[in-house]
Nanobody, 125 residues
Framework: QVQLVESGGGLVQAGGSLRLSCVDSGRTFRSLAMGWFRQAPGKQREFVAAVSWSGGTTFYADFVKGRFTVSQDNAKSTSYLQMNSLKPEDTALYYC??????????????????WGQGTQVTVSS
């Protein structure tokens, strides 16, 4: 059973950095693609970044390219989202999600089978 738990959120000033972690306590990590999404108040959930099932390909939303890096440690069943040069508009609840193997567009939220509870990121100006 996949159980995702995020951590690492918090309050940071603009220009600062945070690293989010997402642990799969069910230890099924090796067969999953991992994605990160975010949702700001009053806005729809949006794609941030993802790592493919093989772990060999990463995907990013245009608004985070060059600032955020997604990675994973299979031995620890953990996905990471390193966020640098944070902006106030990055303020949101950040979710990690897992997708079982299939042919799918990892930028779409409906291809993910499991979701974490979210971790709040707040960037002050």
């Amino acid at each position: 059973q996949v159980q995702l738990v995020e951590s690492g959120g918090g309050l940071v000033q603009a220009g600062g950095s945070l690293r989010l972690s997402c642990v799969d306590s069910g230890r099924t990590f090796r067969s999953l693609a991992m994605g990160w999404f975010r949702q700001a108040p009053g806005k729809q959930r949006e794609f941030v970044a993802a790592v493919s099932w093989s772990g060999g390909t990463t995907f990013y939303a245009d608004f985070v390219k060059g600032r955020f890096t997604v990675s994973q440690d299979n031995a620890k069943s953990t996905s990471y989202l390193q966020m640098n040069s944070l902006k106030p508009e990055d303020t949101a609840l950040y979710y990690c999600a897992a997708s079982t193997p299939r042919i799918a567009n990892l930028r779409r939220s409906d291809v993910y089978d499991y979701w974490g509870q979210g971790t709040q990121v707040t960037v002050s100006s």
